[in-house]
């Protein structure tokens, strides 16, 4: 974690927060969790990456959602702009909202960790980046949505519900009770369930549950971020129409 900590101080000069969290924060979490699997993480170890992820988050809390303008080619050496001269262009930066749908006023996201490890930390980063885009986010602890505790759940203008997993595997079903406590406790609000760390192709698809009854799934922080951006947006997409498994991928 310390290496991935030191490449996204440098990768942070050329790619915004978002990208860099997807590129760098999230694979190395992922790999934490396949060693916490192994069974080469303890619960000392765990709780030290989450402080450092946590840690990293307020840190980067000022630091907005975009691309770093680029200085002048004169004023670069010449190893550096070769350097740039091979790297891929930087995805386009996603917008904030300024226009809000109606029904979305003073309505808020709700991001709500799995049972993993290292659940909490990405929907962490997902609600700060949805704050960064203008959306109003809060956290929530799986406990939360336990069947003893999800009639106290604070859902009072709650728009949308993201859900954090970096792992299904025998969380599956725990995904799909959860989903349908939170239809009849929160019923106004469209789901959203985040699969971390799985890349794009069609092996990633089959990580989506076709029971689990999300209305959306995103693959990437940015892919929910940009899906959250549409359904707050007026004129934007509406989440409940949107029913096949693997549509949260198209998402920029």
């Known amino acids: 974690m310390d290496e991935a900590i030191g490449q996204l101080e440098q990768f942070l000069r050329r790619r915004s927060l978002s990208v860099c969290y997807d590129e760098i924060v999230l694979p190395a979490l992922a790999l934490a969790q396949i060693d916490f699997r192994r069974g080469v993480l303890d619960a000392k170890h765990v709780e030290q990456i989450n402080d450092t992820v946590h840690g990293l988050i307020a840190d980067l809390s000022e630091h907005e959602d975009v691309t770093p303008s680029r200085p002048a080619r004169k004023e670069k050496g010449a190893a550096a702009r070769e350097d740039e001269d091979h790297e891929q262009p930087p995805p386009p930066d996603l917008p904030?909202?300024?226009?809000?749908?109606?029904?979305?006023?003073?309505?808020?996201?709700?991001?709500?960790?799995?049972?993993?490890?290292?659940?909490?930390?990405?929907?962490?980063?997902?609600?700060?980046?949805?704050?960064?885009?203008?959306?109003?986010?809060?956290?929530?602890?799986?406990?939360?949505?336990?069947?003893?505790?999800?009639?106290?759940?604070?859902?009072?203008?709650?728009?949308?519900?993201?859900?954090?997993?970096?792992?299904?595997?025998?969380?599956?079903?725990?995904?799909?009770?959860?989903?349908?406590?939170?239809?009849?406790?929160?019923?106004?609000?469209?789901?959203?369930?985040?699969?971390?760390?799985?890349?794009?192709?069609?092996?990633?698809?089959?990580?989506?549950?076709a029971n689990a009854g999300a209305d959306v799934y995103a693959l990437s922080l940015r892919q929910a971020l940009s899906l959250c951006i549409e359904a707050a947006s007026s004129g934007g997409v509406d989440l409940e129409r949107l029913a096949r498994p693997d549509a949260g991928t198209s998402a920029a």
């Open 96 to 209: 904030s909202v300024e226009d809000l749908r109606p029904d979305w006023a003073g309505g808020s996201i709700l991001c709500i960790a799995g049972r993993g490890p290292f659940d909490d930390a990405a929907a962490a980063m997902l609600a700060q980046l949805l704050e960064k885009h203008g959306l109003s986010a809060r956290l929530e602890p799986d406990i939360a949505v336990a069947s003893s505790n999800i009639v106290h759940l604070k859902s009072a203008g709650v728009k949308m519900i993201c859900l954090s997993y970096f792992e299904l595997g025998n969380s599956a079903a725990h995904l799909r009770y959860t989903i349908r406590r939170i239809r009849r406790q929160v019923s106004g609000a469209s789901i959203l369930a985040g699969l971390w760390g799985h890349e794009r192709s069609a092996r990633a698809d089959e990580q989506f549950p």
